[in-house]
């Protein structure tokens, strides 16, 4: 959420920005569900922000505004804060543990330099002490300080384990968070965010080792179509099986993600575009060879197929253009007549 909408939000400005989002959303026949209201908002408050390009691009294209859709823009887009609020209170409980343990550590501390004085003083006392009664009171004062140290330093030893396994949950906490803010919900592939992040990295890492790097755009075909005759849960149990058939290809070093809708993106680090293309075409191959059945009436669905772009960075590009030069091949391939691959270097040598 920008500082911006987040002061309206807070203010008179409230009440124009939430009948904007109403009136928007009845225009292109949005259910005001608590997300849709949420996104709609924000979109309305920023009009030029990414949220709004997306929303206006799904508009354009005639897809159904589903809840499943609206979770995944959610988790996109609007994560952040809760995101931040998330890992502030993890924090908070990792400073009030660490701060304990703190304490605990000055208080033994202070214990053993307490006990260090008492010995001291006892080494002078009985170097002076002549008669046995005087020996016996010392011993039994450096017996009691003993004990004394024995207790707390056994307090202290649990205290520390406690507070081991207290910080190794808040970290495993802290990870989860992060894997639930980077983690498209259908497909358990990265979301778009996680996508935007790796790219900019990846383009970072290939320029400053000069290696190669390649980038796929993959989008199954007619999907709005088998959407509109067999139904939205249908649609994503279609989404779920190509994602598991392009995360089987996307392993590390390489990177799959859902890039939005029923589009996929796959990274291919240090990877140069035959190989990238092959493994493209095993994609193509496998998903269109399984005849899919409807698993609440097990109808058969027939098959279905998916059309791929790929792109070859070139040196110094910047992650927006190395996209836009992947889309570009994706779209050449659904000019095509869909079901293939193609290579965004050979259109622009043929233009």
């Not at 053993?112 to 016996?136: H, I, N």
């Not at 384990?161 to 983690?183: F, G, K, Y």
């Amino acid at each position: 959420m920008t500082v911006g909408i987040e002061v309206k939000l807070r203010g008179p400005d409230a009440y124009i920005l939430a009948r904007k989002a109403l009136s928007a959303m009845e225009q292109h026949q949005i259910w005001p569900t608590a997300v849709n209201f949420e996104l709609w908002t924000h979109c309305v408050g920023d009009p030029d922000g990414e949220l709004a390009r997306e929303i206006t691009r799904i508009i354009s294209t005639g897809e159904a505004f589903t809840d499943n859709l609206s979770d995944e823009l959610a988790a996109v887009y609007l994560p952040k804060a809760r995101l931040n609020e998330q890992i502030r209170d993890a924090g908070d409980a990792l400073t009030k543990e660490l701060a304990s343990v703190s304490q605990a550590i000055e208080t033994a501390q202070k214990s053993s330099v307490a006990y260090g004085q008492t010995l001291a003083t006892a080494s002078k006392s009985l170097s002076e002490q002549d008669d046995v009664t005087g020996v016996r009171s010392m011993i039994d004062t450096l017996a009691t300080a003993t004990k004394r140290v024995q207790k707390e330093n056994k307090s202290l030893e649990k205290r520390l384990s406690d507070s081991t396994a207290e910080v190794a949950r808040l970290r495993d906490h802290l990870e989860q968070v992060r894997r639930d803010a980077t983690t498209d919900g259908l497909t358990n592939l990265a979301n778009r965010k996680a996508f935007d992040e790796e790219l900019e990295r990846a383009c970072a890492e290939a320029d400053a080792k000069g290696e190669s790097l390649a980038l796929a755009v993959i989008d199954i075909d007619h999907f709005k179509n088998f959407n509109d005759t067999w139904g939205h849960q249908t649609g994503d149990q279609v989404i779920r099986y190509v994602a598991s058939v392009i995360g089987g290809r996307g392993a590390s070093p390489r990177f799959a993600a859902r890039y939005g809708g029923e589009e996929f993106a796959l990274i291919f680090p240090r990877e140069g575009g035959d190989i990238a293309i092959a493994t493209l075409e095993d994609i193509r191959e496998e998903v269109s060879s399984r005849m899919l059945k409807r698993r609440s009436t097990d109808e058969d669905l027939g098959t279905i197929t998916v059309s791929a772009g790929l792109a070859e960075r070139l040196p110094g590009e910047s992650a927006h253009n190395f996209v836009e030069r992947a889309d570009g091949a994706l779209y050449a391939s659904k000019r095509g007549g869909r079901n293939r691959v193609s290579r965004a270097e050979r259109i622009a040598a043929a233009a």
